[in-house]
């Protein structure tokens, strides 16, 4: 039985091949480590150097040096939490957050007495300045959200935030874990203070790879989560205040950051509009199928065109977590059930506790895969 991945909104399958081969030539032709040895390391250092480049002119940001790497978007936001908040901060997210914003805030709530509030989005990803405006206190010191649900593809209105976070002179910080390879993103434009990513997504890299963005202000007012050894200054005691060294302490994932820098070649040659017609085509096509199937619930409440390459289902007569486990067992096909670690989205949406059956395609995904998960949904409903 032939394996059908839907389920790219944790992690993409299938990698572009050339990401396999920059991976592999990594433990065939690299002998060192970034910034410590001499020898065929060099081009490893200019890899990095180019990475770092690459992903600032992805982003539409002027600071290659503030391109940070880490090993997932989880750390890149606990970096940036636990390193610019402070005592009493207070800071505004969205309803749609992931756990990967709200456990570590949760953490600083009990320890540094960090106050957060949810910016009330509706189903639509829409919220009013005004309202977020009206959110704000004296002590209001951050503003984050994420770029679209992980459970919906519902991409919000990030713009009103990142207007009103200038206009108050707040800093804002956006996690792109579902848009960075989809959507086009502008730092600049957006107003964004630090943007976080990941690299195992839509942007075709490996596991182990992520990072984030940082403004010189922002970075200057932010502790490191991890001290020591970065190549450089090392007669110190101290951690070096230089950037990326300043946030890079240890050895970095070069097989995967090799990886990472073949997935964003890969995806300039494809093209957002292409990747993105193809997704949401999909996506239509999917919601078209399962509309005349009786008891299934598409919780598209926006069109296609405003969401990623997800689908997240309901059932009323029919368990979803018996329907993913059926799918898997007897038709091949994997997905996403449960709450995907994101509580707050589905009390915004009205799904909790029970949670949801995502589906989510990638530019590999094909309408025959679609088509068979369809038939499939179909016959588990009867």
């Known amino acids: 039985?032939?394996?059908?991945?839907?389920?790219?909104?944790?992690?993409?399958?299938?990698?572009?091949?050339?990401?396999?081969?920059?991976?592999?030539?990594?433990?065939?032709?690299?002998?060192?480590?970034?910034?410590?040895?001499?020898?065929?390391?060099?081009?490893?250092?200019?890899?990095?150097y180019d990475l770092r480049e690459h992903l600032a002119q992805f982003f539409n940001f002027e600071y290659s040096d503030h391109v940070i790497f880490t090993k997932n978007i989880t750390e890149s936001i606990n970096t940036i939490l636990y390193g610019y908040l402070k005592e009493g901060d207070h800071v505004l997210i969205s309803?749609?957050?992931?756990?990967?914003?709200?456990?570590?805030?949760?953490?600083?709530?009990?320890?540094?007495?960090?106050?957060?509030?949810?910016?009330?989005?509706?189903?639509?990803?829409?919220v009013d300045a005004m309202d977020v405006q009206a959110m704000i206190k004296p002590n209001t010191r951050l503003i984050a959200s994420l770029h679209a649900s992980n459970v919906t593809g519902q991409i919000l209105n990030v713009e009103k935030l990142g207007t009103v976070a200038k206009q108050n002179h707040i800093k804002f910080l956006l996690d792109t874990a579902q848009t960075a390879g989809f959507l086009e993103i502008d730092m600049k434009a957006l107003h964004i203070d630090c943007l976080t990513f990941t690299g195992h997504k839509s942007l075709m890299g490996p596991t182990g790879t992520g990072g984030f963005l940082i403004s010189p202000q922002m970075a200057s007012e932010t502790q490191p989560l991890v001290c020591g050894g970065t190549g450089s200054l090392s007669e110190s005691y101290e951690q070096p205040e230089i950037m990326p060294d300043r946030f890079e302490s240890g050895t970095l994932n070069l097989a995967g950051l090799m990886g990472l820098y073949a997935g964003l070649r890969w995806l300039d040659e494809k093209g957002y509009e292409l990747i993105q017609c193809h997704e949401r085509s999909l996506i239509q096509r999917l919601?078209?199928?399962?509309?005349?199937?009786e008891g299934v619930v598409c919780h598209n409440e926006v069109p296609f065109t405003q969401r990623t390459g997800v689908l997240?289902?309901?059932?009323?007569?029919?368990?979803?977590?018996?329907?993913?486990?059926?799918?898997?067992?007897?038709?091949?096909?994997?997905t996403r059930v449960g709450l995907q670690c994101a509580p707050v989205a589905h009390k915004t949406m009205g799904t909790y506790p029970s949670g949801v059956l995502r589906i989510s395609v990638s530019p590999f995904s094909t309408a025959d895969e679609i088509d068979q998960l369809i038939a499939a949904i179909k016959t588990l409903m009867k």
């Open 287 to 293: 919601e078209a199928g399962l509309e005349p199937i």
């Open 312 to 334: 997240a289902l309901s059932f009323t007569h029919k368990d979803a977590s018996w329907i993913a486990h059926a799918l898997h067992q007897e038709y091949g096909i994997i």
């Open 95 to 126: 309803n749609y957050e992931h756990n990967a914003m709200l456990r570590p805030l949760v953490a600083l709530a009990k320890s540094r007495h960090i106050e957060f509030e949810f910016i009330p989005f509706d189903l639509y990803g829409e």
């Open 1 to 48: 039985m032939k394996t059908i991945y839907l389920d790219n909104g944790a992690t993409s399958f299938p990698k572009p091949e050339t990401v396999k081969t920059a991976t592999l030539d990594y433990f065939d032709f690299v002998a060192g480590n970034a910034g410590r040895s001499t020898s065929s390391s060099r081009g490893v250092d200019r890899m990095i």
